[in-house]
């Protein structure tokens, strides 16, 4: 079933109104008609099952009926990235949010090359991916920041994982098992990777685990994604508990 | 340094002889002029670092110097993967490669829905993601066949791991932990997933093992790259040895 994002308030015979380009959205994207059902979480009152009573050009009314999952708190996940081009930047942002990213922090560094970041396109791309892969808040989107400003201003109490294709061995798995149970934050660099003096600034602070990531080089999107499944699952939210 | 692939047999002090096309692209996309140096490989004699001695349209000729490392075995992980549509099937096929796939099965399922998968395009996404992550060989692409024909004709010591949105928990790693040692296969499913029935039969076969991956719901290429690093970090040729 659908699943529709709007900030209006949820609940048992609630009627909201979203707006006209939402109704475009149900009317002529996902073809819906009155009496259609649809699933709508605004990051605060949970899941609720809700059913299309009118559909005009101005907006669509929704009959709100029940709650089919409470709410959970946002994923604590801090991942921190190095914006790459467009194309590939939206599938960057798209699958962050699928991999359990709660916090999404656009990274500048010596080597990236995106002069101008578009935040609302990025906030378009995070709510559907949040719409589709059937979480219940919306991660937030930071302003860029320079690394060095990144770095300076860390909350220690947070580890710090990044990418480093001089990690030694290949294998991250016992590295990042060992942060089980720490708030986490993910590094991943640009296409052109970090420049050395960022790798030895990062090597060098307490609060950074460097990790490789296999005998083979990965692209940028690539690692991101490897990268947030083995933390997700040696010390995040795939575990079992 | 670039890495060219040719199927030319390369040692020292050769002279290979490159394609039009290639010659295009050493002096066009590369932008390569006599006494460029370049990195050659074939998937037989190791890698290779040789020179441009000459470069017309017709061809560039290059002189091999001295082998810079040993060829390597082929991978022998067996990828198989339901098509998706053109560019998320390149992007596929691309991180299929940098994560290790040796062997590349494309796979119709039931709610596979792409027509006719363009080979000589697959190819190229390949080759040229293979001379960028640095290995040594160019895995094997194979014909489609139907879910049920693969199944049928699988050499049972392969032990199939498939991603399955039914399986218990959501942490796969310690049923990939449990295979390391064994040859491989990975099976990932088309965006409208698995069919029931396919599920049911996949989950009654002796060599398949199903893997949860997480609490959310992931696209099928976000699937892909995920489940290639679990398995290559759990059980593959990211373990350090």
Known sequence: MQRLYLPQDLSVQAQVETTPEQAHYLANVLRMREGAQVLLFNGRDGEWLAQVAALSRKGAT??????????????????CFAPLKKGRLDYLVQKAVEMGAG???PVVTQHTQVPKLGLPRLQANVIEAAEQCGILSIPAIREPVKLEVLLKDWHDERILVFCDEDAPGDNPLAALAGLAGNRLGLLVGPEGGFSEAEREQLRALPFVVPIPLGPRI???????????????AAAGDWRDE
Not at 63 to 79: A, G, W
């Open 103 to 105: 916090i999404l922090q």
């Open 62 to 79: 929704l009959s709100v009926n029940e709650r089919t999952r409470p709410q959970t708190p946002m994923p604590d996940l801090l991942y």
């Open 218 to 232: 990965l692209r940028a999107d690539t690692a991101a994604v490897a990268a947030l499944a083995l933390l997700q």
